[in-house]
């Protein structure tokens, strides 16, 4: 079974920047969209960022001009650069890809996304 791989998670103050990277093996999931979830304790999990195959992103509002989601192609890896990160931004953060079927642009939704990681933490404090 392929493998989604995230890091870069960690604590960090209000208002500081982390960059999180999320590794699949080869050209796995290199056709279909990608996206970056969040997940607190008790609560469902929240679409974050997602980016299309051509590159076109969207964005959950509460992290418009903080956080760009952004791949790397030859790496087949995808980031998520976070700044003024606040402590509302404190999750496990989990990357995630579409599938076979998958939408012409990318969502948000949790239920479009067919393959997860195991998630990394962000704590603010």
């Known amino acids: 079974d392929v493998q989604l791989v995230e890091s870069g998670g960690g604590s960090v103050q209000a208002g500081g920047s982390l960059t999180l990277s999320c590794a699949a093996p080869?050209?796995?999931?290199?056709?279909?969209?990608r996206a970056w979830f969040r997940q607190v304790p008790g609560k469902k999990r929240e679409g974050v960022a997602c980016?299309?195959?051509?590159?076109?992103?969207n964005y959950v509002d509460s992290v418009k001009g903080r956080f760009t989601i952004s791949k790397d192609t030859s790496k087949n890896t995808l980031y998520l650069q976070m700044n003024s990160l606040t402590p509302e931004d404190t999750a496990m953060y989990y990357c995630?890809?579409?599938?076979?079927?998958?939408?012409?642009?990318?969502?948000?939704?949790?239920?479009?996304?067919?393959?997860w990681g195991q998630g990394t933490q962000v704590t603010v404090s």
């Open positions: 980016i299309d195959s051509d590159g076109t992103p």
């Open positions: 995630a890809a579409e599938g076979p079927g998958g939408n012409s642009r990318c969502t948000l939704s949790v239920h479009e996304h067919n393959y």
């Open positions: 080869g050209s796995a999931f290199s056709s279909f969209c």
